[in-house]
């Protein structure tokens, strides 16, 4: 499938990343042409055949107690934020 | 006296135990190649004083008789790993002066083990790539030289400055993920032998995600007992990551010397398409002819969706990357550009922190998810997966380990163009089934090109079989008589 300049527009909302104007056809076409390549795998034939999600099948999932083992750590964790105050992470205002 | 740092591991550690030379001997000398090579750009961040320091430390536990599998041995970490107090990047923008809080499970289990970190290595951003070339903190140039040339050669990638600095003399070994090909292509582009161990091996808490169904960590040496020996202390269960295996971790360095006699041989026919490089096709035909001289037996198989790899990997790596690389988001750690809204500051922030081909598969990733076209790409994806995971395992009743080429070239130009992202990723043509099934993958040096340049062959065996790849790999490394392939100094 061809991509046009408004899907790339709504992609790159999606994925939160701001593509400007100009760089929108360029885009388009690479990730048109990548598209492309993978839509080759419509000639396989995959009737009745289970997903394989995971990276291997023969691990079952693990359990265990739900019980806190971690924490109170409030200055390790705000260490790295770029704009840590009072023990919260500062973001742009989000509430009028 | 042959020079500390062209000894092996095993070397060292022998060496080491009897006392010929001091751990903090090891390590100074190979913190001053590094300094000679610093124009190779294979580490983003040396760490020579906590090498001093650890050396030092490694030296008192050789004295007291409580010296660890890797004691004193200097590796490279590859910059995915998060380290603590140290910076980890993944090679990109957004994390540079990152300083991780914690340390993975795999640095932390070789530091257990004893082994001394050098730094953090070079890669591609966030592990995306073939070439090393997409790297914030610039490309990493292969050691290895074409006959009579002087342009610089790519190391591959992801980990580039991992097999740079191991064929360089560097680093005894170093650390490296594979989520389609990025231990084993680099190693094959850099004369060293790369191990991917099967999916659940190693724990991946603490390793930058790119893809999580994917990703795995292996090590990469100038040797196969090497990569055994370290691989040995890598491996094993982590509470932290619960796709790692409870199983226990063989001592993968007990089968060497076992050799190969009546073990049978995959060949797949798909691996040997109409244009296949010469030299690659010639090579892999040395390597079969040496395994039959060892007693093995070959027998032709067929991996029928193997030509369907590829274009699985890039909807399933892409999809799984735009959903772990959500994380970067400019609140929690890393870089970030201001904003005029929350969301605003989200889409600056990822704009300029990201390069292009990582921001390339988010988008491409983010689609293959998006609403209306999750069946036709993403469960597609994963249907195809779930057959070439079952092609290997048709054919692992019937042979022991196949044998094909690492790569389908030998290393590239830095300056050769590299604008078409399709034909970027063609450079794992050969890894990345292997990586979709799970299963584990080495690549060993096998010969030289008419041009000197280094050929790896990859060996794949089936699940939790890391033993037999190692016995085949070990096999092909004594017949191409892999200590003669030294990076020209």
Avoid at chain 2, 254 to 280: C, F, H, T
Avoid at chain 2, 426 to 454: H, Y
Wanted: proline residues 5%.
């Amino acid at each position: 499938m061809s991509l046009d300049k408004a899907t790339i527009r709504k992609v790159a909302t999606l994925a939160r990343i701001e593509v400007p104007e100009a760089e929108l056809d360029a885009t388009a076409a690479k990730l048109s042409g990548i598209l492309k390549w993978i839509e080759q795998l419509s000639e396989v034939n995959t009737d009745n055949v289970a997903p394989m999600s995971g990276g291997t099948t023969d691990l079952a999932q693990s359990w265990r107690s739900d019980e806190v083992t971690d924490g109170g750590m409030a200055d390790k964790v705000l260490a790295n934020a770029p704009d840590a105050q009072d023990g919260f992470f500062g973001v742009p205002k989000v509430v009028e | 006296m042959t020079s500390l740092t062209s000894l092996t591991i095993a070397e060292a550690r022998d060496q080491l135990a009897k006392k010929e030379f001091t751990a903090l001997e090891l390590t100074e000398a190979h913190l001053q190649a590094m300094e000679k090579a610093k124009g190779l750009n294979a580490f983003i961040t040396p760490t020579a004083d906590i090498a001093r320091a650890r050396a030092k430390e490694s030296d008192a536990r050789l004295q007291s008789g409580k010296a660890g599998a890797l004691e004193g041995i200097p590796l490279g970490i590859k910059d995915l790993f998060c380290t603590e107090g140290v910076q980890t990047t993944a090679a990109s923008h957004i994390l540079e002066g990152f300083k991780p809080p914690y340390e993975s499970t795999v640095s932390q289990k070789l530091r257990d083990a004893g082994s001394v970190m050098l730094g953090k290595l070079n890669l591609d951003e966030f592990a995306m790539g073939s070439s090393n070339m997409s790297s914030y903190f610039g490309p990493v140039k292969n050691p290895w030289k074409a006959k009579g040339r002087s342009d610089d050669l790519v190391p591959g990638g992801s980990s580039g400055g991992s097999a740079a600095a191991v064929s360089g003399y560097l680093a005894m070994g170093a650390t490296g993920t594979d989520t389609g090909g990025s231990i084993r292509q680099p190693a094959s582009f850099c004369g060293i032998v790369g191990v991917k161990p099967t999916y659940g091996r190693c724990s991946r808490w603490g390793i930058v995600a790119f893809a999580s169904s994917l990703d795995q960590a292996g090590p990469m040496t100038r040797s196969v007992r090497d990569a055994a020996i370290m691989l040995k202390a890598m491996c094993g269960h982590d509470p932290m990551d619960s796709t790692s295996s409870p199983r226990t971790v063989p001592d993968f360095e007990a089968v060497l010397g076992q050799g190969v006699k009546g073990l049978r041989i995959g060949i797949p026919k798909e691996y040997r398409p109409d244009g296949l490089n010469s030299e690659v096709a010639a090579l892999w035909d040395k390597g079969i002819q040496w395994l039959k001289d060892a007693g093995a037996t070959t027998v032709d198989i067929s991996l029928p969706h193997t030509k369907y790899a590829l274009p699985t990997y890039y909807i399933v790596a892409p999809a799984e990357a735009s959903s772990n690389l959500a994380r970067y988001d400019g609140v929690r750690f890393g870089q970030r550009v201001d904003g005029k809204s929350l969301d605003d500051m989200y889409a600056k922030t990822r704009a300029a922190g990201f390069g292009t081909e990582v921001k390339r598969r988010i988008l491409i990733g983010t689609y293959v998810l998006s609403a209306g076209y999750y069946d036709a790409y993403y469960l597609k994806a994963q249907k195809v997966r779930a057959l070439i995971s079952k092609d290997f395992a048709d054919a692992f009743e019937k042979v022991d380990a196949i044998v094909t080429p690492t790569a389908p070239t030998a290393a590239f130009g830095m300056n050769d163009k590299q604008d078409d992202p399709v034909a970027m990723y063609l450079n794992d043509v050969f890894t990345v089934p292997a990586s979709l099934a799970g299963i584990p993958g080495a690549s060993v040096p096998g010969g030289l090109t008419s041009e000197g340049l280094p050929l790896g062959l990859q060996v794949l065996t089936n699940r939790w079989d890391e033993e037999t790849m190692f016995r085949v790999c070990q096999t092909l490394e004594e017949a191409a008589a892999f200590p003669s392939l030294k990076a020209p100094s």
